[in-house]
């Protein structure tokens, strides 16, 4: 990483570089303990921000841990990371809580974003459809990857396809959400898979 320059209105190589770095927002959503938080946190060059508290007994019965049932603590805000993809290319992920009690909050940290990775667990995959339905419904591009939890039941890209009714042209990935690697190949995904949106439909603004 080059360091900034004090020498305002002097043109330099490195200045011009810099000029070039685009930096864009990316949200990573899903159900309740599908492993957004793990995911950030796997990947963010920075010590990632997270609102996590110590869950209580003020959640029985509003949160279903019997998928996760060493889950101890839940995101109530939102976490945050950042990621270089190259020397062009910055990415800031926001991770959504996965409770539906805190979607309120989910158009502020969408607002922005250029694209999302909506997370998925075979155990339950029902808990992704109104995921999907709130990108769907405002246009927000976004891939799937299912996070392979021990344990967790095998299913074929198509079936998993077919059960969350996600269109072809939609990427379906399978992810490590704790693999550094396999996070930053979702990622790398997820922007490919913008970028081709906007080369092919024209702007509507």
């Known amino acids: 990483m080059s360091t900034p320059q004090a020498a305002a209105g002097s043109a330099s190589p490195a200045g011009t570089a810099a000029a070039r770095v685009h930096s864009v927002k ?9 492993g957004k938080t793990t995911f950030v ?9 997270r609102t996590e508290e110590v869950m209580t007994a003020a959640s029985v019965g509003l ?27 910055i990415l800031y992920l926001f991770g959504t809580p996965g409770q539906t009690r805190f979607w309120f909050m989910w158009d502020e940290v969408c607002r ?11 155990r339950r995959l029902e808990d992704c459809f109104s995921v999907i339905d709130y990108m769907e419904e405002r246009h927000l591009p976004y891939v799937v990857a299912v996070n392979g939890f ?30 550094r690697d396999e996070v930053s190949q979702t990622l790398i995904a997820l ?15």
Request: charged share 20%; net charge negative.
């Open 26 to 34: 990316i949200v990573i959503a899903g159900g309740f303990g599908v």
């Open 41 to 49: 946190g796997a990947v963010s060059e920075i010590r990632p921000l």
């Open 63 to 89: 949160d279903d841990t019997s998928a996760v049932p060493n889950k101890a603590t839940t995101t109530v805000a939102m976490d945050f990371g950042r990621i270089t993809i190259d020397s062009a290319l």
């Open 112 to 122: 922005g974003a250029i694209g999302a990775v909506v997370l998925t667990d075979t």
């Open 150 to 179: 021990d344990g967790a039941p095998t299913h074929e890209t198509g079936e998993v396809r077919h059960a969350l009714g996600i269109p072809e042209q939609v990427p379906l990935l399978r992810c490590d959400a704790r693999d």
């Open 191 to 205: 922007v490919e898979h913008v970028l081709g949106q906007r080369l092919t439909q024209p702007a509507t603004r």
